[in-house]
């Protein structure tokens, strides 16, 4: 499974960016999707996760600001993020699970700064 994420780029605080992450390869029926976040000297956290039936679970710091969703096809799952602050500044990564194994897309850098 190869992960392509996008999206990323800088925005004034109270703005808004849609990071996506693209799957191919071969994609089970049964996977999760998460988007993680990692602040320079800081430890990587996850931000959101939707399972392939739609259950979603959102950290308690973006929780009522970001949105996670996917396309029809189910191959893209989008972070739609508002109401952005500096410190939602970090490198975002999406990460696919599927039988135990995970795959990380490349990471795409958010920059809220005035």
């Known amino acids: 499974v190869q992960l392509q994420a996008s999206g990323g780029g800088l925005v004034q605080p109270g703005g808004s960016l849609r990071l996506s992450c693209t799957a191919s390869?071969?994609?089970?029926?049964?996977?999760?999707t998460s988007w993680y976040r990692q602040a320079p000297g800081k430890q990587r956290n996850v931000v959101a996760t939707?399972?392939?039936?739609?259950?979603?679970n959102y950290s308690v710091a973006v929780k009522g600001r970001f949105t996670i969703s996917r396309d029809n096809a189910k191959t893209t799952v989008y972070l739609q993020m508002n109401s952005l602050k500096p410190e939602d500044t970090a490198v975002y990564y999406c990460?696919?699970?599927?039988?135990?194994?995970?795959?990380w897309g490349q990471g795409t850098l958010v920059t809220v700064s005035s």
């Open positions: 939707m399972t392939n039936t739609g259950m979603i």
């Open positions: 990460k696919h699970s599927q039988s135990g194994v995970d795959y």
């Open positions: 390869g071969r994609i089970f029926s049964v996977n999760v």
